[in-house]
Nanobody
Framework: QVQLVESGGGLVQAGDSLRLSCAAS????????MGWFRQAPGKEREFVAA????????YYANFVKGRVTISRDNAKNTVYLQMNSLKPEDTAVYYC??????????????????WGQGTRVTVSS
């Protein structure tokens, strides 16, 4: 079991940066693959980035490559999403999620069993 709490969202202007954080409870954080997803109004939840339990692998959606970095600090039970050069189309609620360890890092929301409550990011033009 793991509980997730996101923070760091807010209202920014196009071109600005934000760092989202996701704090996890429990002592087995390193055994979970972690992902960030987002959901804009009227749209389905979509994959943004994921990182393996030991940070060996990171994965990104094409629309954020080069602008976003996912990282984790297993000693702090925290995963981060650094977002740069934000665009109005990045406006969404961003969710942190955890998936039980497996040999591959999932990118489908259905493969993640634990979710945070979300943090809203609004990018004005």
């Amino acid at each position: 079991q793991v509980q997730l709490v996101e923070s760091g969202g807010g209202l920014v202007q196009a071109g600005d940066s934000l760092r989202l954080s996701c704090a996890a409870s429990g002592r087995t954080f390193s055994t979970f693959h972690m992902g960030w997803f987002r959901q804009a109004p009227g749209k389905e939840r979509e994959f943004v980035a994921a990182i393996s339990g030991g940070s060996a692998g990171t994965y990104y959606a094409n629309f954020v490559k080069g602008r976003v970095t996912i990282s984790r600090d297993n000693a702090k039970n925290t995963v981060y999403l650094q977002m740069n050069s934000l665009k109005p189309e990045d406006t969404a609620v961003y969710y942190c999620a955890a998936a039980n360890m497996r040999s591959w890092v999932p990118m489908d929301p259905g493969d993640y069993g634990y979710w945070g409550q979300g943090t809203r990011v609004t990018v004005s033009s």
